[in-house]
């Protein structure tokens, strides 16, 4: 196991970026939470592509640390766009990995937690 990450749905910031990219359903992650909009936890969790998309990017982020990854993201952004920048170029190949998933445990919160678990 490498860590661990939360998921907090309905999210303001997955909105703002919802409006931004013009896409009804949205994740993105800021340090190790991955926030939803106009989806669910469950729903998340069963996309493997999806998930492991989303794992990659919480691995960028402890790879470079918080205030690093956000700058050097913003700067690949700049010059390259959304798609083909090098840190979305890595978290579209990691959802074909099919250990990635397994190195990262979801915590729930209260809401999250399935009956009699
Ligand atoms: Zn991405």
């Known amino acids: ?13 997955a909105k703002l970026a919802a409006k931004r990219m013009k896409s ?6 800021l340090g190790k939470t991955v926030h ?4 669910d936890h469950r729903e998340f969790l069963t996309n493997k592509r999806w998930l492991r998309h989303e794992l990659a990017h919480i691995r960028q982020f402890r ?9 050097l993201y ?6 390259k766009g959304y798609y ?13 990995d099919p250990f990635l998933e397994d190195q990262y445990a979801f915590k729930p919160n209260d809401g999250q937690r399935e009956r009699g678990a």
Do not use: C, D, P
């Open 84 to 96: 083909m920048n090098r840190f979305e170029v890595e978290a579209r190949e990691a959802e074909q």
């Open 24 to 29: 009804y359903k949205m994740a993105m992650v």
């Open 63 to 71: 790879q470079y640390g918080w205030f690093r990854f956000l700058f």
């Open 1 to 13: 196991m490498t860590g661990t990450f939360h998921i907090k749905e309905n999210s303001f910031w």
């Open 36 to 39: 939803l909009y106009n989806t």
């Open 74 to 79: 913003l700067v690949e952004f700049i010059r």
